[in-house]
């Protein structure tokens, strides 16, 4: 009951302000603009005119599989860092404002202020991932050959865990840090080091987070959902729990204003 | 690249161009609604229409003044 | 009957004692005005008494079983901020439903108070279109749609106008009577006007806490003016015959008594006026204001 009124509360004030309408859209053109640069990247060059007459500009074929894939990658890059932006002030904001003191006078569950939140944007990131991953598949079709609607599925599904992930991130710095710009710095420099230890050890760390988009390319180009995919959405899940936890209680702690 | 022949380049295109201008339009008309604005509303005018997809991000996480 | 109260609260930050070892109790169905200059930690007491700041030590008991005492309490703090992109009408009725209201009783109570503090006809409009008084009657609403049994206010009306401080003033007069309201002013008179009971903070600490009755006889200035018709050095010399009369003063035609007690000279004084037929035309015990009544608190 109260979960929904702040649940709620959120959805509109991402409605009114037009969340709802620019980053579904943002993302849409983030996920088809590589694919199609792709597509059409030999029929540039030859308009460019510089090229020998009777050169012939051999691309590498590209599946549907490996188009999709550039899409999830143009998603892990700015699809994050756009979520990441709309939610920096999701806590911060209102306290710096004042707002906090005259809701959090009121009998609020902590667990449900914090929660409410993120399930709001968690619901706007899917919604927005699902719309841009859908337009990506079409063209994956249109131009590279047929992706089957399951793996088109299980990726979305799949990937979603990570957007959650990073939302989580997100709102756990914001329980703590003084404003925005300093949960932005927090978020991207730790989404770095991760994608750094990645770099560095993730071969050897078969359920590492980073290793999502690995794997869902192996899925992609296997059809198969292998144990290690499994392992890392599991182990990316109970991250996502324990930072949701960790937030709830250093929020309880906090002095709000 | 015989998809060439098949496929019109303008209507492969047209999505993406479609999606571009609502994105555009939703921008300059919350800019036209919003009272307060970080900076003069003729620079972020400019920036939305000129810089494409990059300019309404911006106008949207930056150019609007918290309520 | 008491509700609620603080227990030797201290709150530092660093090496300042903002509050410093507060103790008082509050009762049910009183006005309780928190007097006491800028900076003197009242702000500080509410935060606490409301619970979004903790004591560093001592603490606030609330006699209730409830478990959250949020729930209990009504809060506007001194520069209420709001969702500004709500509208009032929805603002109201998101308070409403935080307190566990539910939505047929929340839109209810909404549209009573939305009247009742007069901000109805703005009540489709977004709040950052809302006037400093408009927002701050807004704030009174969402403070009492959960009819609270204690009603905390923070400078409620030192922000407005005359007129709307007389409006905010009459609101909270009228609330009196359903439940326990605390506000903290630095402006006496207003406390004067609506409070049955005082507690003057001062750098931290608690000078007093009474009722206005009760200070206003400790602090009494015991001093009596009177007028006659008629030679007034006469009746001089006959007042300074009486015992309770220490010093008799003539200021502009009136006589400037000071009393050992007000009571006792009061009764002699007009005896006085009945057995020798004294034409007195005036008679006046000088009020202590709150204003005195500070001052004089602070200096001890």
Not at chain 1, 7 to 27: G, H, I, Q, S, T
Not at chain 1, 213 to 221: G, I
Request: glycine share 6%; proline share 3%; with cysteine.
């Amino acid at each position: 009951m109260q979960w929904m009124t702040l649940f709620n509360k959120e959805m509109l004030e991402n409605w009114r302000n037009k969340k709802w309408l620019w980053v579904p859209l943002v993302m849409m053109i983030v996920t088809i603009m590589d694919p199609i640069s792709y597509y059409f990247l030999p029929y540039i060059l030859e308009n460019m005119g510089d090229m020998p007459d009777g050169a012939i500009l051999e691309m590498p074929a590209v599946k549907a599989e490996a188009a999709f894939m550039m899409s999830i990658e143009s998603l892990s890059m700015y699809g994050a860092l756009i979520l990441i932006l709309i939610f920096m002030g999701t806590i911060t904001n209102e306290r710096q404002l004042g707002i906090t003191e005259l809701i959090l006078a009121k009998p609020i569950d902590y667990r449900n202020y914090i929660t409410a939140k993120w399930a709001a944007y968690i619901s706007l990131a899917i919604i927005s991932l699902l719309v841009s991953l859908s337009m990506s598949w079409y063209y994956t079709n249109l131009l590279f050959g047929s992706l089957s609607i399951q793996l088109f599925i299980l990726t979305v599904a799949f990937y979603s865990v990570w957007f959650i992930f990073v939302i989580s991130l997100t709102i756990f710095f914001n329980t703590f840090c003084k404003n925005a710009g300093l949960v932005v710095a927090c978020t991207i420099g730790s989404l770095f080091s991760l994608s750094g230890i990645n770099a560095v050890v993730g071969y050897r760390l078969t359920w590492f987070p980073n290793q999502l988009a690995a794997h869902l390319n192996e899925m992609l180009l296997t059809s198969e959902v292998s144990g290690a995919l499994l392992g890392t959405v599991g182990i990316i899940i109970c991250l996502i729990l324990l930072l949701l936890t960790v937030s709830i209680i250093i929020f309880q702690r906090k002095e709000l204003i | 690249m015989e998809a060439f022949n098949d496929l019109n380049l303008f209507q492969l295109l047209v999505p993406l161009i479609i999606i571009q201008f609502i994105l555009v339009i939703v921008a300059l008309i919350d800019l036209i609604k919003r009272e307060n604005t970080l900076g003069p509303k003729w620079m972020w005018t400019l920036i939305i229409i000129f810089v494409t997809t990059l300019g309404p991000i911006i106008y949207f996480v930056v150019g609007r003044k918290h309520d | 009957m008491t509700i609620a109260t603080v227990k030797n609260v201290t709150k530092s930050y660093g090496s300042t004692d903002v509050l410093h070892n507060v103790s008082f109790s509050l009762t049910k169905g009183n006005c309780i005005a928190l007097i006491g200059p800028n900076g003197a930690g009242k702000t500080t007491l509410i935060r606490i008494l409301i619970g979004l700041i903790k004591p560093t030590a001592g603490q606030c008991h609330f006699s209730t079983e409830e478990k959250d005492i949020r729930s209990l309490i009504g809060y506007l703090p001194q520069h209420p901020v709001f969702h500004s992109w709500m509208t009032g009408e929805e603002f109201l009725i998101y308070s409403a439903k935080l307190a566990g209201i539910p939505p047929k009783e929340a839109m209810i109570r909404t549209n009573d108070l939305l009247i009742r503090v007069g901000i109805d006809n703005a009540k489709h409009k977004p709040i950052r279109t809302y006037s400093g008084g408009m927002k701050q009657r807004l704030g009174i609403a969402q403070a009492i749609i959960h009819r609270p049994m204690l009603l905390l206010l923070d400078e409620p009306v030192s922000a407005l106008d005359p007129l709307g401080r007389r409006e905010v003033l009459d609101l909270l007069d009228s609330l009196k009577t359903d439940m326990t309201v605390l506000f903290s002013t630095h402006i006496l008179s207003d406390a004067d006007e609506v409070s049955d009971d005082v507690i003057v903070l001062h750098e931290g600490k608690v000078i007093e806490a009474d009722s206005i009755h009760t200070l206003r006889k400790k602090y009494q200035t015991t001093k009596i003016e009177l007028t006659f018709d008629g030679d007034i050095t006469k009746y001089k010399n006959a007042l300074l015959q009486l015992s309770t009369v220490t010093d008799v003063q003539i200021i502009r035609q009136t006589l400037h008594l000071t009393v050992t007690d007000i009571t006792d000279a009061r009764k002699e004084i007009l005896e006085s006026v009945r057995d020798f037929a004294w034409e007195l035309t005036s008679f006046i015990i000088n009020r202590t204001s709150l204003e005195d009544l500070f001052m004089k608190a602070v200096q001890q």
